[in-house]
């Protein structure tokens, strides 16, 4: 999920770094390089937000991985819609490359090995996602050379740090070796990412763009970072909600996070269990003073056969 985090090359740990490789030809007004340095504290921020951290650890549950997805899916989906519109628009025209880049079509391949044939009936668009689209759309629709913007904060992030995420991912949810699940990850039609990345910003770099708009590109680019953001912060507190893991004796353990009242055993505790509960039921009669002395009988019997065994 996170936008324009590079990794370094060959690397073994897990770890998102910003790009660092140089170009003897590039110069220091260049749109790329105006967009390297001026996004760095963004960058810095979105790798450190606690979604990011935690995936890069191996912590992310399937499901949370499947709404990851659901957003990347409408994410794409408007991104992708307003280069169509504008790719015979000088300000935006040489950075489109559908065959190469597009996500979209790679995105339904994997929500449908998720969630089956009728994905599209069962994914929703989520609160901080809508916000982001509709930038994208405002952009392509009003000022569409800050497309650049949000075309370099998504794709070449892919092909850096989404690289070292799609290995997590892989390994963590245990998804199969061959790349469903992860199909969004995966450029078939990219050869060298190094190479095609060096391309793309010498196209950025060739735009005719004057100082004004390149500083409004930069801008723009910050911006995308903040949704992106927004989006890891909604998704990080799903994920706190999401129902705690069972010990292997099929008991609940609660790990301070979430609602606890959403746990049964715990609910009970706190006296909010829903009467039906079987869970409650069960603790209920457990109380009853008959059913506590043939529970005592019972266990009487089986510690003396215990003993008598020993002997």
């Known amino acids: 999920m996170p936008s324009a985090l590079e990794s370094p090359e060959g690397g073994e740990e ?40 935690d995936f890069l650890k191996g912590r992310i549950k399937k499901e949370l991985f499947k709404l990851a997805t659901v957003a990347l899916y409408f994410t794409y989906s408007a ?56 930038r994208i759309h405002h952009v392509g629709q009003h000022e569409p050379e800050l497309l650049v913007a949000h075309a370099y904060t998504r794709y070449m992030g892919d092909l850096s740090g989404g690289q070292v995420l799609k290995k997590v991912a892989q390994r963590a949810l245990k998804l199969p070796s061959t790349e469903e699940g992860i199909k969004f990850y995966v450029f078939d039609n990219i050869s060298n990412a190094q190479q095609f990345k060096q391309l793309y910003r010498a196209r950025m770099n060739a735009l005719d763009l004057d100082k004004n708009t390149k500083e409004r590109i930069v801008e723009e680019a910050n911006k995308a970072f903040r949704f992106n953001m927004q989006v890891f912060d909604e998704l990080d507190k799903i994920g706190r909600s999401l129902a705690e893991e069972a010990q292997d004796g099929g008991f609940p353990v609660h790990d ?10 715990y609910a009970d505790k706190l006296g909010t269990a829903s009467p039906g509960c079987p ?6 009669l457990a109380r009853q003073p008959l059913v506590q002395l043939v529970l005592a009988a019972c266990m009487a019997v089986a510690a003396g056969a215990a003993a008598w065994y020993i002997l």
């Open 279 to 284: 869970f409650h039921a069960a603790l209920g």
């Open 14 to 53: 897990d770890v998102l770094h910003y790009e660092e490789i140089e170009d003897d030809a590039v110069s220091p007004m260049d749109l790329s390089e105006l967009l390297k340095e001026g996004t760095k504290e963004s960058h810095d921020r979105a790798e450190n937000t606690q979604f990011v951290k």
């Open 79 to 134: 991104l992708e819609e307003e280069m169509d519109h504008n790719k015979d628009n000088p300000v935006f025209a040489p950075l489109y490359f559908p065959v190469e880049l597009h996500r979209r079509e790679a995105l339904a391949k994997d929500l449908k090995y998720f969630y089956g044939e009728e994905w599209k009936e069962k994914i929703q668009c989520s609160e901080a996602t809508q916000q982001y689209v509709d």
């Open 256 to 265: 301070g996070k979430g609602d606890i009242r959403k746990c049964p055993y």
